[in-house]
């Protein structure tokens, strides 16, 4: 307890950087639909995010040994906080996705600071626990953050100033915390080839996650506003699809720990194909049904990351997980950068129905590759333990490490 409280600055600057940048991408598409930007001007934000968002992950280690743990954190701080308040001062989608590169920049940038600082403090002992807080930190923030679409007016001075305040405020407890700053690791090197050497259906497996999380949070409120939700709405609509992943996390980790990973992730693509289908087929049935099926569609797709992962370090030598949850992480971007993109078009060109379509589309094509690689390959007898990962930097691969528990 006195270790997860010495721990409640870093969780109180994740609940406020959780809020502004999880805020920051349904209000941009709402904004960007008010604003007159095309679904693919729209779906460019998304991509813009990400594509930020990976570029750092890998500068943010490099700049804290630089200049510490506590300045790199203000530095991407400011540069979220910059971009968010400069959206109404130029009112263009191009403009637009520069800003939302700089937020990705923050957002992977203050993950980085804030995951490096656990992973320097936790043991063996209280990892378990500490990163067990984490989680639930994480995903609450996350949570609430779609609820403030709600509250915030599209295309409004107000509305950004409040995100790009919350962003500022994280800065706050983390700076002001009396808690030592840890020494600077060395980043993770970025060895794309390893995961797929050691599992191609994983590599597999985290791209399509990263279509199908980005997609919906990114494009996803394109979605609600196309069938008819009000802003409020579009937020329980994301609230629902976040919860439904969290709810998933305990049985989908029992079932990948007691049967072959690769089974589980085929039934998690099977059940995210008709949750596809679901939430297409509820559009006209009210807002209970709509609610419901994002709740199922993120409750079968939310888990397929994590599973993928543990399949990936069932073949890994303890000395290669850090690197291998770097490559995995690698990949996800990859996923996550061309979906928004890509999906925004379609809706532009096939009505709204066409980003469950292609997501349903991806997933169909994981499950046929399952099938495949379970043909070419025997299940391994080494088995790590399922840990539900968050995709938030490349470090973290260190703070959920498995080779010394």
């Known amino acids: ?26 209000l941009d598409v709402l904004s960007g639909t008010e604003l007159g930007f095309t679904n693919g001007q729209i779906g460019l934000l998304g991509s813009a995010h990400f594509f930020g968002f990976f570029i750092g992950c890998w500068f943010a280690p490099r700049l804290m040994g630089s200049v510490g743990h506590s300045r790199a954190f203000a530095a991407f701080t400011a540069m979220g906080a910059i971009g968010l ?10 403009a637009w996705a520069v800003m939302r590169v700089a937020s990705g920049l923050c957002i992977a940038g203050a993950y980085t600071v804030i995951e490096a600082w656990l992973q320097a403090k936790v043991t063996n002992a209280t990892r378990g626990r500490t990163m067990g807080t984490y989680r639930m930190v994480d995903t609450g923030g996350s949570l609430a953050a779609q609820l403030l679409i709600g509250v ?21 407890p983390l700076t002001l915390t009396r808690l030592s700053q840890p020494e600077t690791g060395t980043a993770p090197r970025l060895r794309p080839g390893l995961a797929w050497r050691l599992s191609p259906l994983a590599v597999a497996g985290v791209i ?20 008819g939700l009000r802003p409020d709405q579009i937020g329980f609509f994301l609230a629902a699809f976040v919860l439904g992943g969290a709810l998933a996390q305990v049985p989908a980790g029992w079932l990948a720990d007691r049967h072959d990973r690769r089974q589980v992730l085929i039934w998690f693509s099977v059940a995210s194909v008709a949750a596809c289908g ?6 006209g049935l009210g807002l209970a049904a709509i609610f419901l099926a994002a709740l199922i569609f993120g409750l079968t ?4 990351y994590s599973i993928s992962a543990a399949h990936a370090h069932d073949w890994a030598e303890d000395s290669q997980r850090v690197e291998l949850s770097a490559a995995l992480m690698f990949f996800y971007a990859l996923g996550a950068i061309i979906a928004p993109l ?3 078009s379609l809706i532009a060109a096939y009505g709204p129905a066409a980003l469950f379509a292609f997501v349903a589309l991806a997933h169909g094509g994981l499950l046929v590759f399952g099938l495949w690689r379970m043909r070419r390959r025997a299940p391994t007898d080494q088995r790590a333990p399922y ?11 260190r703070i959920f490490r498995r080779g010394d528990d």
């Open 342 to 344: 890509l999906t925004s």
């Open 1 to 26: 307890m006195r270790l997860l409280i010495s721990f409640a600055a870093l969780f109180l600057s994740v609940i406020l950087l959780q809020l502004s940048s999880g805020g920051v991408g349904p």
């Open 301 to 304: 797709t939310f888990p397929i």
């Open 152 to 172: 915030l007016a599209p295309a409004s001075y107000v509305s950004y100033n409040i995100l790009a305040l919350l962003c500022i405020a994280a800065l706050l």
């Open 85 to 94: 308040i400069a959206h109404m001062l130029v009112t263009h989608p191009y």
């Open 387 to 397: 840990v539900w990962i968050p995709r938030t930097s490349f470090l973290v691969g």
């Open 208 to 227: 399509v996650s990263g279509v199908s999380g980005a997609s919906f949070r990114m494009v996803g409120p394109l979605y609600g506003a196309e069938v």
């Open 278 to 283: 679901l939430t297409v087929a509820s559009a």
